[in-house]
């Protein structure tokens, strides 16, 4: 296994001469030892990173990397990996390892093992890993003399025979570097974990590396859950055990971590949308397709319709396409083959038979269509166009289908079946950048209405795979393009090198939540190669025909994960715009039903989401009844409030409000549902 590069970030430099380790140079330059600001590996200039125990051939500066950046947690959790694995092997000695990679706040690592493991297991995993990090044990690295002698090492573990093999054959090149990375490029190494004291071999892993020098560079851990997995994430594959795990620079960021992590589990969507009766996923209907309620209905019809609203002010057109097409549509648009695998196979449609049963007609292959812009290319192109039409703006809220693995479909956040915020702009090759800022701006301008407010861009390039189209003269220029737009809008700009679509680079918009998490939003892609492929034109102010430039954006991705976002974001207490019930009203007893049923019909009247309970439930029970269902409102009514013509308040938090006039109530009501604020009334806040 190993570590790829992260995000780089600023760091102090060091001179390792050649013959001299890089930690004895981190040692003279009086780098901590130990603790969050402990050195742990070394950077090169080309990103590499590279044990404390390297010694260089020639003399070489490099970063010091410490325990408490994004690359040293990936490094601190990827050695965690290995103990995590050594102390499986120890414990269930027939199981065989798969791969180990640090992730996002954590690590995991795959095994074969006759029967899952049991919560029971993963105890007694994390006890014999603090056993063996408490014993002491240095991560050494060793070279392979031949991949023979790899092979004949590992002969027991047939997973990593198979990434051996690969190597052997030149395929490594096209695995997925952010996990099969035990090979990488070059030399085959492996990682010994040794005693300290003594010097032997504890156990060892098939690694390219690097690790943190020792297991006193692991200060907090933690093996939190496993799941099913099947091998390199091909479901024709075996099915593998994976055992999730952390691991922190300190117990005090670990406790921050799993402090976060216990609030994100109950600000979970899929367990707000069943406690508030907003969406489902029946098995009937199949994985990754959600049906919505009517509560949930409501939240997705008032997105809907204030977004389409947004746009057609920004200058889109709305169009509509439908949900299939023949699949030379998609040869065309080039997303078969360089898109298929995340495509449904084909319809097979209009087949004609002999009363013998053989074919008279071969019919048509027909997609359910993952993405709607080769339909826009073709409304764009069912008459001339001339360059007084540019921007020419085409918009949808477009029903996509994408064949996502079952084990990644998560929720809303990961369907199958999803309508994407879908536009597409054609303009001329100057306008380019003016659209591009228009987009950029309308994006931002969209989240913040929704009250996601806290991002960061970033800027999604070609690599040197064979996966991208067009010339490296056009991805230069629609990547200078985009990045010069990011630089100026004053957000910060993180690069992603390989992370563009096939046919052009793409600007992201990471927002961050309520939590402090990061969810990949909004994109704007340049695309020089589907107006070429589609043999798009408009007419000049010269004469001449011309090839128009595209834009792609969707300002959400998709409403659907929009909205799951949404859901974690508040915590399910949406604003009041946003509620799918924005009013309860709440006689105390039989006797003021008639009077609440009437405030409720005058606040319906007005467009508000307003409902009476008149259940027998003891008032207390109703209030807490709604307070659980996160209604912003509850207007409560005794028979001094009859008397006086007023109603109590009583808001999400507890707080209450009492007397208000029923006219003063009303509009107040009005007022704030209409402003579509995204702050919570409170009593403090309606005074």
């Not at 109603?647 to 007397?659: I, M, P």
Request: proline residues 5%; aromatic residues 10%.
């Amino acid at each position: 296994m190993s570590v790829s590069a992260a995000r780089p970030t600023t760091a102090a430099r060091v001179k390792v001469p050649a013959g001299t380790s890089a930690q004895t140079a981190v040692n003279e330059a009086g780098f901590e030892q130990k603790g969050p600001q402990a050195a742990v590996v070394v950077r090169e200039d080309d990103g590499t990173l590279r044990d404390l125990a390297w010694v260089p051939e020639t003399d070489a500066e490099v970063a010091v990397v410490t325990a408490d950046t994004p690359d040293g947690r990936a490094v601190i959790r990827h050695s965690a990996a290995h103990i995590m694995a050594q102390a499986v092997q120890d414990l269930h000695p027939d199981a065989k390892l798969g791969i180990g990679p640090p992730v996002t706040d954590g690590f995991y690592y795959d095994f074969a093992v006759d029967e899952p493991f049991t919560p029971e297991d993963l105890q007694a995993i994390e006890k014999r890993m603090k056993q063996i990090i408490k014993s002491g044990q240095r991560f050494s690295r060793r070279k392979y003399a031949s991949l023979d002698e790899a092979r004949a090492e590992l002969a027991g573990e047939p997973f990593k025979l198979e990434l051996i093999d690969d190597k052997g054959a030149g395929t490594d090149a096209d695995l997925d570097r952010s996990e099969v990375m035990e090979i990488g490029d070059g030399e085959l190494t492996a990682y010994d974990n040794l005693n300290m004291r003594t010097g032997e071999r504890m156990w060892s892993d098939l690694c390219r590396g690097p690790h943190v020098p020792s297991t006193r560079y692991l200060p907090a851990y933690k093996v939190t859950r496993n799941a099913a997995a099947y091998w390199r994430g091909n479901d024709k594959n075996p099915q593998l055990q994976r055992i999730y795990g952390t691991a922190w620079e300190s117990t005090e960021a670990q406790d921050a971590y799993l402090e976060r992590l216990a609030e994100a589990e109950k600000r979970d969507h899929r367990k707000l949308g069943a406690e508030l009766d907003l969406f489902s996923f029946p098995d009937e209907i199949g994985s990754g397709l959600p049906v919505f309620h009517p509560k949930g209905g409501v939240i997705k019809r008032e997105m809907e319709d204030y977004v389409r609203r947004r746009h057609i002010e920004e200058g889109f057109e709305y169009v509509g396409t439908p949900h299939i097409a023949k699949d030379g549509l998609f040869h065309t648009s080039g997303h078969l083959p360089y898109y298929a695998e995340t495509m449904f196979p084909p319809l097979h449609v209009d087949v004609e038979y002999d009363d013998q049963g053989q074919v008279t007609k071969a019919g048509s292959e027909y997609r359910l269509k993952a993405m709607n812009c080769p339909m826009h290319n073709l409304i764009y192109r069912s008459r001339g166009r001339s360059y007084r039409e540019l921007p020419l703006r085409l918009f949808e809220f477009g029903h996509v289908y994408r064949y996502e693995q079952s084990g990644v479909v998560h929720g809303l956040t990961r369907v199958r079946g999803f309508a994407q915020d879908d536009s597409h702009s054609y303009v001329t090759r100057e306008q380019a950048p003016a659209e591009i800022r228009h987009l950029l701006n309308f994006v931002l301008s969209l989240l913040r209405d929704f009250g996601m407010d806290d991002f960061y861009l970033e800027l999604s390039t070609r690599d040197d795979s064979d996966k991208f189209i067009g010339s490296q003269e056009q991805w230069d220029e629609a990547t200078r393009v985009l990045e010069e737009v990011a630089i100026e809008s004053g957000l910060e700009l993180v690069p992603d090198p390989g992370g563009a679509a096939y046919y052009g680079p793409k600007i992201s918009v990471q927002a961050r939540d309520a939590i402090g998490r990061t969810w990949q939003m909004s994109t704007i892609q340049l695309d020089f190669n589907q107006p070429a492929r589609f043999e798009l034109e408009y007419q000049a102010a010269d004469g001449t025909r011309q090839e128009p430039v595209m834009i792609h954006s969707a300002k959400f991705g998709s409403i659907e994960r929009f909205l799951g976002v949404l859901t974690e974001h508040y915590a399910g207490a949406f604003p009041v715009w946003l509620s799918p019930v924005q009013v309860v009203g709440i006689p105390i007893s039989g006797e003021q039903g008639d009077y609440i049923q009437d405030i409720v019909d005058r606040l319906r009247s007005k467009g508000i989401r307003a409902e009476a309970d008149h259940s027998d439930d003891r008032m207390q029970k109703k209030v807490r009844t709604h307070t659980l269902q996160k209604v912003p409102f509850m207007l409560l009514a005794g028979g001094k409030d009859v008397e006086a013509g007023a109603v109590s308040f009583r808001f999400r938090d507890g707080t209450q409000r009492n007397g208000v006039p029923v006219d003063e109530a009303i509009a107040y009501i009005t007022d704030w549902a209409q402003s579509r604020r995204n702050d919570a009334p409170t009593a403090e806040a309606s005074e």
